[in-house]
């Protein structure tokens, strides 16, 4: 059987991968199931960064606003990315959440008011002002993704993507073992639990039935749950919260101070490289095309959406915003694609903000469960990278390439104090194993001369895009008919 046949076997092999194309349109039922599903996989890591920012910075009092704009914000975001609002969005069922790249940068600007004397509202004005102009950059390097084409190659966007797997692979496996603040991590009732959870999943993914196989991560989380509560796991306490929370545009004011911005704004640009990984990944999963024009118009579209969506999130009281990893490993599991899943995760999240009680009361999830789903979610994320250097052609440049991006990534989460002697703006830079592998993939890519057969190689495939760039806008095909 020669190459292109067997090539073309294995691609209708995928696409019966999948239940629900990206364009399908499955019973509002099934939509809601799998919608539930992303719900539960992201809405821990959508709250978490507001939680964190509200205890560190002392600003309890505004807690219950920020964290009902971080879900309002990423029902807004994620209807965006999913239904393309002009050039604006990725057309793919992508979930937008509150990223944690920015966290320490954020803090940092916090501190800088905090240690002036300044009131909570004072520090809330100076995050929302440098996130606002940090969205701007990322909005403007959406413009020349395609320009890009020597830098993000399929091994970089390879090693970010498999980085961002293996790093939030600690995070599952943390909650799991009974979460971070647990005073006995590890004890058996806990591991159980997450056993429980991630053997349902695992079982009813293998099964024939589409709905079996659509419902098995709510299902392995209800078994989940329902296992915990009979052990006693689950804390019922909800706290008292507003029965409504309404959106209100630039509630804190804005404010602006260069050396807070700095950090925020490199990590606008690293966010960029970030969300072109995750796209690649949902682009590969939803079964959609990863290179050539449709693929790029989707990137410089879905970065633009980062960058608005950010600006919305200041404007309306919440943290900078990136496309969810693992969301794509809910795709691959469920085997549901549909974009227009996303108009249901985008309301359901409106809710979740607009009626803290809902979200208040999914809180009472037992860590267990949570690590139970997710550790299989972002091993698939993981394995989505994988998948995409198994597709290039490896050569030495690549490999060596590949092992210190890997190598520094994984080597600042495995030793942190490695960053103890870095300036503030360098160790809050290089304090992310997904920051230190990009950039080392990037910056090898451009200092290690390419063989001529591999610039002949990419200068015509440069071309061959853009000329199908050009037959595509004449046509009107691709993403400007979805």
């Known amino acids: 059987m020669s190459n292109n046949n067997q090539q073309e076997k294995q691609s209708n092999n995928d696409k019966n991968e999948l239940i629900y194309g990206l364009n399908d349109r499955p019973e509002p039922l099934k939509a809601l199931f799998a919608a539930f599903q992303h719900i539960l996989a992201s809405f821990v890591g959508i709250t978490t960064p507001a939680l964190i920012i509200g205890g560190v910075l002392g600003l309890g009092e505004h807690l219950p606003y920020l964290i009902s704009m971080a879900l309002i914000v990423s029902g807004v975001g994620t209807f965006i990315q999913a239904k393309r609002v002009g050039p604006i969005g990725s057309g793919l069922l992508c979930v937008q959440g509150t990223s944690f790249a920015f966290l320490s940068a954020v803090l940092a600007a916090g501190f800088l008011v905090k240690n002036r004397g300044g009131s909570s509202e004072d520090i809330l004005a100076m995050i929302f002002g440098v996130c606002l102009c940090s969205a701007f950059i990322e909005i403007v390097l959406s413009r020349f993704m395609h320009k890009l084409g020597r830098i993000i190659t399929p091994v970089v966007t390879g090693i970010v993507i498999t980085t961002i797997g293996l790093s939030l692979i600690k995070v599952g496996m943390t909650d799991l073992a009974g979460g971070f603040n647990a005073q006995d991590k590890g004890a058996l009732h806990y591991l159980a639990i997450g056993g429980i959870t991630l053997s349902t999943i695992i079982l009813l993914n293998r099964f024939s039935n589409q709905t079996l196989r659509l419902s098995a991560i709510m299902i392995g989380m209800l078994v989940g749950y329902i296992s915990a509560a009979f052990m006693g796991m689950v804390n019922y306490d909800i706290a008292e919260v507003a029965l409504i929370t309404i959106p209100t545009p630039f509630k804190y004011g804005l404010d602006f101070d260069i050396a807070a911005f700095i950090p925020v704004a490199i990590i606008s640009v690293v966010t960029a490289i970030e969300t072109t990984g995750d796209l690649t990944a949902n682009s590969m999963v939803s079964n959609e095309p990863v290179k050539g024009p449709v693929y790029m118009r989707r990137i410089k579209a879905g970065v633009l959406g980062d960058g608005t969506n950010s600006t919305i999130a200041a404007i309306m009281g919440s943290f900078p915003m990136s496309t969810f990893s693992q969301n794509n490993g809910v795709i691959q599991l469920t085997g549901v694609a549909s974009r227009y899943v996303a108009f249901y995760i985008a309301g359901l ?26 550790l299989v979610m972002f091993g698939t994320v993981a394995a989505a990278g994988i998948r995409i250097l198994a597709t290039a052609e490896l050569g030495r440049r690549d490999l060596l390439i590949m092992a210190v991006s890997f190598g520094l990534g994984l080597g600042v989460t495995a030793v942190p104090e490695v960053n103890s002697a870095m300036p503030p703006l360098l160790k809050s830079l290089m304090g992310s194993s997904v920051t230190v592998a990009g950039l080392s993939a990037i910056f090898m890519s451009l200092l290690l001369p390419m063989s001529k057969r591999e610039l002949k190689k990419i200068d015509a495939a440069e071309k061959q895009a853009e000329k199908e760039a050009e037959a595509l806008a004449k046509t009107d095909k691709g993403l400007d008919a979805v």
């Open 349 to 374: 999240f409106v809710l979740l903000g607009m009626f803290p009680i809902i979200g208040a009361f999914l809180q009472t999830m037992p860590k267990p469960v949570l690590g139970g789903a997710t």
